[in-house]
């Protein structure tokens, strides 16, 4: 029994192969995931590393790290990590210093009220020095908004505004339409009180943003040369000078005047020969003064004479005009004042008609009065 060996089992195999080398472990790389970044215990220091997208990266330590949540939360609480988030919270980043503060805000605020206030004055057509009292009469109706409170603008800032600002931003936008829009040129020519001549274009079209047809004010030029090949030439500078094409100018309207409208050397002539399709409106306005002129050349003159007579004997006098208006109360007629009629324009002389007529119980009694105390 002594002789015979123990052998275990499997070692005559085991010899046969020779020794074995160990396994090696293989290393699990893990992932980085996205939804840690919104976790408040990593978003503070964390990012997707940019060389790795697999793996984290701490801003404050400057260190990629592995995706690995327990390898992360090991790293949170290294002393080196705390004393990186102690110091980067001490300091501002760069993006800070370029944030609006909130005086600029403010600044802001005060400034687009403003312009607002200027805006107001220009679409109601009110004079300029209006803005001398109206940011301190809102400052006093709204006592508790410090925008109101710090509105500073009076007639001249308001004035450098509506001309050097908002003037040009406007025009701006209009000329870009017009460069890409076909339109109608309407013009027409004034002297103001210096005896400086100007020549004011407005353009019509169709704007899209309301849906209408829309007249816009382009300009009011200063001419010295007042024939039609000045006023053309006026028009054709301010044109070449903005860049519009005058092939998108497609109507021109304007008074009846022989230098707008003439046929050989008006204004009209030489856009035509620009466009040869230009469609050409007169002034409707002076086209029906001209035949209200005329049709009331076949009247008596009494009748205009009359309507300017009691215009002239009751209006011209604060003491008869008191007494007129004692009459109205008897009669209970309408309060209203008797209208002069005009040498120039003829249409208004309809209004003074009906006013006559609306006042005519009132008028023959007061005259019948007149004509016995004062013996007329």
Known sequence: ?????????????????????????????????LKLLSDPKFSPWMIQSKKNPNKAFCTACDSELSGSITLLERHNLTEKHKKNMNASNQHKKVTNYFQPSVSASFEKQVVASELKMCAFIAEHNLPVSVMDHLPGFIANVCPDSKIASAVKCGRTKASAILGNVMGDAFLSEIVARLKDTKFSLIIDESTDLSTQKHLVLIARFYDLEVQKTCDHFLSLLEVTDCTAQGIFSSIVQFFDRH????????????????????????????LRKENPSLFVQGCV???????????CGELPNRVEELARNIHTYIMNSPKRFTEYEEFQKFTEAPLHRILHPSFTRWLSLEEVV???????????????????????
């Open 243 to 270: 860049l519009i094409p005058m092939k998108n100018v497609i109507g021109f309207a304007s008074d009846n005047a022989s230098v707008m409208m003439g046929e050989k050397g008006g204004v009209m002539a030489l």
């Open 1 to 33: 029994m002594s002789d015979i060996r123990q052998v275990r089992p499997h070692d005559s195999d085991s010899d046969d192969e020779g020794p074995q080398t160990p396994k090696k472990k293989v290393k699990y790389d893990h992932k980085f995931q």
């Open 285 to 295: 306005c002076h086209s029906i003064a001209l035949c209200a002129s005329n049709a």
């Open 354 to 376: 009906k006013r006559v007529l609306e006042q005519w119980p009132t008028l023959k009694l007061y005259f019948t009065s007149a004509a016995l105390e004062d013996k007329m």
